[in-house]
């Protein structure tokens, strides 16, 4: 396979020595097949062992690697080098998380989202095991099966505006899992997410850029889970004025 | 949920949060009201290697299936050296873990009733393998991990890397740990320790394990003075694609897909007859080292290889079941398995030895458990059946939680200065040691990728004396040489340089018990093909190895197979 050359241009910071993050230039050899992550460990195994960033799978199924490349969100795992279309690869952090080093930052704080959530299945009665599982037709998977398949890679977070201007908003895959598990046929949980998803740091703080779903590596458009919630919760809203009696269910 | 430690000890501490350290940490925490758990992990628990899991998930659900049936495939697979009472165990408790993961919100696959749907899967005699198209590992990997977020009383650590054990008198009394972001060592104090870090994958050079799969949890139990067992049992996936190493699932072939050589042949049909695609993984991968050896494979450049061919399967039904077989291959080979053949060959991908355990995951360590591919209890014997290793991570997790749980509610906290002891002697050897050592020649990567290249080319699919014994000479060496790693990286935080060298430095205990184990087994059995003992010889051999630390080589032992109700027969598909 014929060898080329590209420059690796890496956002470096690195708190123990770094004031303020700079780029690290380097120039390696890559092949067609070689995607940015593997770029990345070619460095680190043979030019700079101290350039840092997470990686696991290599084939888009864990979610660790999201960076910037040339300004795009990406898993850096299943972008080829020959598919940025540049002499120059530019790899930087995913923006709207604090860095911890280089590649590396602080997811810590959309774990909190998610448990605020209540991702898992909510119910009043729980069936007994002996009595085997819920039925669900391939139909009522359906009904959740686009966003049950978000891998949590959190490119959605930095492609977020809302996001960006306020750390505080609840945001798109938090939000996508909601919704995944109250369109759940086995799941009863629905009021007391959308109570969460309906604070002032929730759902009606996005205002539909729909970034989140350009950027996902796995269609799970949560743009479109979150504008679903906004329907669910104003049915819901609406229902509480006018039948203000009928139990939440 | 929380994700800091606000105690320093714990009533059990699982090392590792993929399927079977998830499956304990909530079996511990539903069986005592009064457990608290601490889930160490090196990684957020959901990027654990159980995410790259494909294909299913083996249970008798069906009329047309039974116990007994699950028990013969299983144990046939594994060339009879399965523990025959470990696998009756495994078989009758798998229904009602696919039953729970169901009623925690697993969207497995179903049929137009709305009933769990089953495939077909090597080795086993019918559809028993439940799954969530192929991406059965990726759901139950998140479906546990949000399920865990239910209970306060398990509390995360996250992106913490367990560096060894505490022992006090002859009991574990916690771990020693490295919290990555802050770069600092930390004693966590437990009742009870559960190892549940997967596999070892990464001592090969080519295979479809992540790269977090390095053995540690086999590592941290073998210096404890555990034994390893059968760790001469290493799987080769015969579906890897060429380069990446990365896994096209068994239920490629489940569904109906075709192995062919370059002149188009089934050529299964002169191997595997009666099981043809369906066959057990050892045989397969073996078939088709056969077909590259005689000239009949592709060339191309990583090497020779065979070909899997869906194309009569249709779009629809490659859309529905195998989705990310055809993204995988569209992404990484630029293949479209609907018009084109998926280039394979066999990769390294699962290890069926690991921590001497019996079946509620207990070792020779009081207070130290191990489960799913880090335990060996042994269900899987010489060669394990796809589609049994989620279960057996989900039984034998549930089982080991439990019964920590218990262990738990007998025990007292740790007292005693061993802890402390500890953590300053971990501190000299990391931080002083590795990390403050100036000079040195030798680079992780470099000593890595030899390692990986010496296991690939003299321990892979098939052994011999010669080779065996010269690898384990040259890994004596590398562990000499590993003494002069230089780390370049000087910093605290993040320094995942460090956590390489540690890692690298766990993979070469877990590749010498590898290297001696197959050096003492003299036949071939399941997945360990010995080229100068090409016979089964169960006079000598129907027993487990067990590898023990010891002051230079590991000392080779040995413990009887548990045989009741199926007697060894020759095995023919």
Redesign the interface.
Known sequence: ?AEREVVFRVKRY????DAAPTYQDYRIPYTD?MVVLDGLNYI???M???L?????????????CGASVNGKLRLTC?TFIKDVRSKTVVVDPMPNFPI??DL?V???DF??K??EV????LRDE??P?SE???????E??EA??QQ?????CMLCYSACPVFGASEHFIGPAASA?AYR?IR?S??EGADARLDVLSTKTGIWECTFVGECSVVCPKDVDPAAAIQNLKVIASIRHMRQLLLPKSAPR | ?R?TVDRSTFDIVVVGGGAAGLRAAIAAVEADPGVRVGVVSK??P????T??AEGGTAAVLKDYDNFDLHCFDTIKGSDYLADQDAVEFFVRKCP?EI??L????C????D?????AQRAFGGMSVKRTVFAAD?VG??IL?TLF??T??YDRIE?L?EWFVTSLVLEGHAVSGVIAMDL?RGELARIGAKAVLLATGGCGRVYEFTTN???KTGDGMALAYRAGVALKDMEFVQFHPTALP??G??ITEAARGEGGYLVNKDGERFLKRYVPEKMELGPRDILSRSIMSEIREGRSFKG?YGDFVGLDLRHLGEETIDRKLP?VR??AE??VGIDPVREIIPVRPGQHYIMGGVHTNANGETSLPGLYAIGETACVSINGANRLGSNSLSECLVFGAAAGRSAAAYAKKRGWPQGPAGKEAARSEEARIFDGLLGREGGSE???GLR?EMQQLMEQHVGIYRDDARLREVCGILAKLRGRFASIR???K???????LTAVLELDFMLDVALTIAHSALSRHESRGAHSRTDFPKRDDERFLKHTLASRSDAAPRIDSVPVTITRWQPAARAY
């Open positions: 396979m690195r708190p123990e020595r097949d680190k195994d043979k700079d062992s101290t840092t960033f997470r990686w696991s799978c290599r084939m888009g199924i864990c979610g660790s299943g911890l080093k590396v602080d997811f810590d774990l909190q998610l448990l209540k991702p898992f299945i729980e069936r095991l085997g599982e819920y039925l669900q037709t391939p009522e998977i959740y099966r049950s398949m978000c891998i949590n899992l598990y759940d086995r799941d | 949920m994700t990684v957020y959901m990027r654990s290697h995410v790259s009602e039953i729970r169901e009623h925690w919100g969207p497995w696959s179903r137009p009733d709305g009933r769990i991406k990726f759901h998140h949000q399920t977020m239910k995360r996250d972001k992540g790269f977090i380069g990446t990365i896994l450049p990310m993204e995988l992404q990484y680079t992780v990567a990728v780390v370049g990286d910093d605290r935080v993040f320094n995942t340089e």
